[in-house]
């Protein structure tokens, strides 16, 4: 069995946590510096639970030994430093952020690093990379490539139309920094909010405009062989004029722990919600333009008694499906590893996989349109 430690008991952690132990093929340590959530998992013969601070690096170098790798679900702003840790200590590193800056930076770590780097394995940016590559490579020549991703409530029933179904912190960060677009051939950075389109799947309506980090690095992967690449997150009608007011109008992007709070205090949990994806490329292909679409919805469901979110199980299947993949040898063992350098077919064969072939049978995932 490896050994693998998980870095972050929230949500999503908790979940990572679960679903690798129940497997029957890793031992997992769970970590957080807060008692609290640790005091929520179920520990057992191939789950234990430790106190971390990510600032004790003597700490953190001493519980980086001996494992096989290290996966990373907490917040964006530790990225480098667990990433260094994992460098200095030879093990694998994974991680679920959509920060820009941070994975520039493991890049570079990873360029002299004797272990491989992986970060960006969850959703969007994560799977939604990998949907959109398998796209791409079927056609000779590119023009677009659209990614819509969306973790909304099944019932919404505020003025926001939304609930908290993952990272605070995460979400103001995507509401917040510029977005990396290509627009005419040429990559440029687009404000988030903006450019709200509208969109109907199954006869729902919904709203997208422009976040930050769900590219991942699909832009430096298709540099030169799009006319147009973007990603906008899906919500339902009228959250994005509510957002602009309190970013803009009363200036909370610049007090983000007010905000946080707001959300926090005001904003209910819920793990009534649907993750649904929504990629699209148009090119050439024997002559002809043609559109091919990847839609799919995934919903709640119950792992291991105990009900789960439908955001919590797909950032969690996708990050356990690459650290399958790697621990089988389908993955370089070294350097940095681009979610895009995932094979569609492989990930959704994995065990891990499976929660997103739920969504697929439910409603078809793959259709074909020409244009």
């Not at 819509?148 to 908290?164: D, I, K, T």
């Not at 440029?188 to 509208?198: C, D, G, K, Q, S």
């Not at 819920?270 to 002559?287: E, R």
């Given at each position: 069995m490896a050994n693998i430690l998980v870095v972050g008991a929230g949500r999503v952690g908790s979940t990572i946590a679960r679903l690798l132990a129940d497997s029957g093929d890793y031992r997992v340590t769970l970590a957080d510096r807060s008692d609290e959530p640790l005091g929520n998992v179920e520990t057992g013969n191939a789950l234990a639970t430790a106190r971390l601070d990510i600032a004790d690096t003597a700490a953190l170098a001493a519980r980086m030994r001996g494992q096989f790798a290290?996966?990373?679900?907490?917040?964006?702003?530790?990225?480098?430093?667990?990433?260094?840790?994992?460098?200095?200590?030879?093990?694998?590193?994974?991680?679920?952020?959509?920060?820009?800056?941070?994975?520039?930076?493991?890049?570079?770590?990873?360029?002299?690093?004797?272990?491989?780097?992986?970060?960006?394995?969850?959703?969007?940016?994560?799977?939604?990379?990998?949907?959109?590559?398998?796209?791409?490579?079927?056609?000779?020549?590119?023009?677009?490539?659209?990614?819509?991703?969306?973790?909304?409530?099944?019932?919404?029933?505020?003025?926001?139309?939304?609930?908290?179904?993952?990272?605070?912190?995460?979400?103001?960060?995507?509401?917040?920094?510029?977005?990396?677009?290509?627009?005419?051939?040429?990559?440029?950075?687009?404000?988030?909010?903006?450019?709200?389109?509208?969109?109907?799947?199954?006869?729902?309506?919904?709203?997208?405009?422009?976040?930050?980090?769900?590219?991942?690095?699909?832009?430096?992967?298709?540099?030169?062989?799009?006319?147009?690449?973007?990603?906008?997150?899906?919500?339902?009608?009228?959250?994005?004029?509510?957002?602009?007011?309190?970013?803009?109008?009363?200036?909370?992007?610049?007090?983000?722990?007010?905000?946080?709070?707001?959300?926090?205090?005001?904003?209910?949990?819920?793990?009534?919600?649907?993750?649904?994806?929504?990629?699209?490329?148009?090119?050439?292909?024997?002559?002809?333009?043609?559109?091919?679409?990847?839609?799919?919805?995934?919903?709640?469901?119950?792992?291991?008694?105990?009900?789960?979110?439908?955001?919590?199980?797909?950032?969690?299947?996708?990050?356990?499906?690459?650290?399958?993949?790697?621990?089988?040898?389908?993955?370089?063992?070294?350097?940095?590893?681009?979610?895009?350098?995932?094979?569609?077919?492989?990930?959704?064969?994995?065990?891990?996989?499976?929660?997103?072939?739920?969504?697929?049978?439910?409603?078809?995932?793959?259709?074909?349109?020409?244009?």
């Amino acid at each position: 069995m490896a050994n693998i430690l998980v870095v972050g008991a929230g949500r999503v952690g908790s979940t990572i946590a679960r679903l690798l132990a129940d497997s029957g093929d890793y031992r997992v340590t769970l970590a957080d510096r807060s008692d609290e959530p640790l005091g929520n998992v179920e520990t057992g013969n191939a789950l234990a639970t430790a106190r971390l601070d990510i600032a004790d690096t003597a700490a953190l170098a001493a519980r980086m030994r001996g494992q096989f790798a290290v996966l990373s679900a907490a917040p964006f702003q530790h990225t480098v430093a667990l990433a260094r840790a994992a460098a200095e200590a030879g093990v694998h590193y994974l991680d679920l952020t959509e920060d820009v800056q941070s994975t520039r930076q493991v890049k570079l770590i990873a360029s002299t690093a004797r272990s491989a780097f992986v970060p960006q394995c969850g959703l969007a940016p994560g799977f939604i990379s990998i949907v959109a590559s398998d796209l791409a490579r079927r056609f000779d020549r590119l023009d677009a490539v659209r990614l819509r991703v969306g973790a909304l409530p099944r019932y919404p029933s505020n003025g926001l139309n939304y609930n908290l179904t993952w990272s605070t912190d995460g979400v103001i960060n995507e509401y917040i920094q510029p977005c990396e677009a290509i627009v005419g051939g040429r990559l440029v950075e687009v404000p988030a909010l903006e450019e709200r389109e509208e969109l109907s799947l199954d006869g729902v309506t919904y709203e997208a405009f422009n976040t930050s980090g769900g590219l991942g690095t699909l832009c430096e992967t298709f540099a030169g062989k799009v006319n147009t690449l973007n990603y906008r997150t899906i919500r339902y009608p009228g959250h994005a004029a509510i957002m602009k007011v309190l970013l803009d109008d009363l200036a909370l992007r610049h007090r983000r722990e007010v905000l946080k709070d707001l959300f926090e205090h005001a904003l209910p949990a819920t793990l009534q919600d649907v993750v649904v994806v929504f990629v699209t490329v148009c090119g050439h292909k024997d002559g002809r333009l043609v559109q091919e679409t990847y839609a799919n919805r995934i919903h709640a469901a119950e792992l291991g008694g105990r009900m789960t979110s439908a955001i919590q199980l797909t950032t969690a299947s996708s990050i356990c499906v690459v650290l399958d993949l790697l621990a089988n040898g389908q993955l370089p063992r070294q350097g940095f590893i681009r979610q895009e350098d995932i094979g569609l077919d492989a990930f959704l064969a994995n065990r891990f996989g499976g929660y997103y072939r739920q969504g697929e049978a439910a409603d078809g995932h793959r259709h074909r349109l020409a244009a």
